[in-house]
């Protein structure tokens, strides 16, 4: 898997697999992005560039993410460069239920590991059963649950060997 940073060039295209996402999740009911969120002024608002993945298999765009270094928000007690934290991990749904999701995680792991980093975290809705199931089933374990930003989250922790 290729692991391409986003830039001014190709930030549109990282927005646009997120709002695609959204609205998916939001046909079948199960929604967890605000659309109006995912507008490249907004992510700038929220994230660095530097911190948004586009992910490429052959030539074809997978999937994206997010990794950042410090997030203050799920888990301000932990310092910078501490851990990887994963956020916006989406696949394109042509490309869903083929094992890219594990992939595209493994991806942020080996970027975890050029940079020293030995654990990714991520936290996940408590309402979304399946999809914790998927992050419990490749090794994350659960931490702690908390209501952040008026969210029931799960938080995860995976070390990274």
């Known amino acids: 898997m290729e692991v391409v ?3 001014n ?13 959204a609205k ?9 992005w605000k659309i109006e969120d995912l ?6 608002e929220q994230y660095d560039i530097s911190e948004m993945k586009l992910c490429y298999e052959n030539g074809d765009l ?17 310092k910078q460069m501490e851990s990887g934290v994963l956020h916006k991990l989406s696949v394109c749904r042509e490309y869903s239920k083929m094992g890219y999701g594990k992939k595209i995680v493994e991806s942020a792991e ?3 590991k050029e940079y020293g980093v030995k654990s990714l975290r ?18 994350f374990k659960m931490v ?3 209501f952040i930003d008026n969210r029931d989250q799960i938080r995860y922790l995976k070390s990274i060997k």
């Open 39 to 44: 507008t490249t002024e907004k992510l700038l």
């Open 144 to 146: 702690d649950r908390v």
């Open 24 to 32: 998916w999740l939001n046909s079948i009911n199960k929604p967890m």
């Open 62 to 78: 997978i999937g994206v993410y997010i990794l950042q270094w410090y997030d203050s928000l799920f888990w301000s007690e932990l």
């Open 110 to 112: 080996l970027l975890c």
């Open 5 to 7: 940073n986003v830039n």
């Open 122 to 139: 991520l936290n996940c809705g408590t309402s979304r059963p399946k999809l914790r199931k998927f992050y419990e089933d490749i090794g």
């Open 9 to 21: 060039n190709n930030i549109e295209t990282f927005s646009k697999v997120l709002i695609e996402s």
